[in-house]
């Protein structure tokens, strides 16, 4: 996957989300992760079991957009370096996906950038357990994908997964890489 066609990929439309739509609270925060791809790989974390919120879940370095950010992009570069001790001056900013809205408040942007610098991983202890990379190929399948489902808040909800080795990739994390997965095409 070339630069220009990962480029080329976010500016085309998806098609519509089999898994949704799902009903999302009226006010929505806005939040930003980063799509860090260095070569053929993708970075993700495994957050510290002693989060209040979503523990031990596979996810995208990042978190809510703060005050003192400038945008989304800002957001998603100053998490992925608290979280994962990635520097912001190592990553190429392609562009973005559109924003994932969620079941739990947030409308989520997220980043997808280039590491054109060697990274060594230094997870925030407190934040997160563990920072693994995957093979791009395959996030970029659309085949690695599939729905499941369950109860949730009274009512079914369907969401993507993407398990990879001992990692079960699924809910916001899988909607957005599924949504990258499918542009690529």
Excluded: N
């Excluded at 070339?2 to 925060?29: F, K």
């Excluded at 992925?80 to 001056?89: K, R, V, Y």
């Excluded at 395959?138 to 369907?158: K, Q, V």
């Amino acid at each position: 996957m070339t630069p220009d066609a990962l480029t080329a990929a976010l500016t085309r439309p998806a098609p519509p989300d089999p898994a949704g739509p799902w009903p999302v609270p009226d006010i929505l925060r806005p939040a930003a992760v980063l799509l860090a791809v260095e070569g053929d790989r993708l970075w993700l974390t495994k957050r510290a079991t002693g989060l209040a919120h979503h523990p031990g879940q596979i996810a995208l370095p990042g978190g809510k957009v703060d005050p003192t950010d400038a945008d989304a992009v800002a957001c998603a570069l100053r998490e992925s370096q608290e979280e994962i001790g990635l520097p912001p001056a190592s990553v190429c900013v392609l562009g973005a996906l559109p924003p994932h809205p969620t079941v739990t408040g947030f409308t989520i942007t997220p980043v997808v950038g280039l590491l054109h610098t060697r990274f060594t991983p230094r997870p925030e202890v407190g934040e997160v357990a563990e920072v693994f990379a995957v093979p791009l190929t395959h996030i970029l399948d659309p085949a690695s994908y599939r729905l499941e489902s369950r109860i949730w808040g009274g009512r079914t909800r369907r969401y993507w997964v993407a398990p990879w080795g001992p990692y079960y990739i699924w809910g916001a994390t899988a909607g957005i890489l599924r949504d990258l997965a499918v542009r690529v095409g």
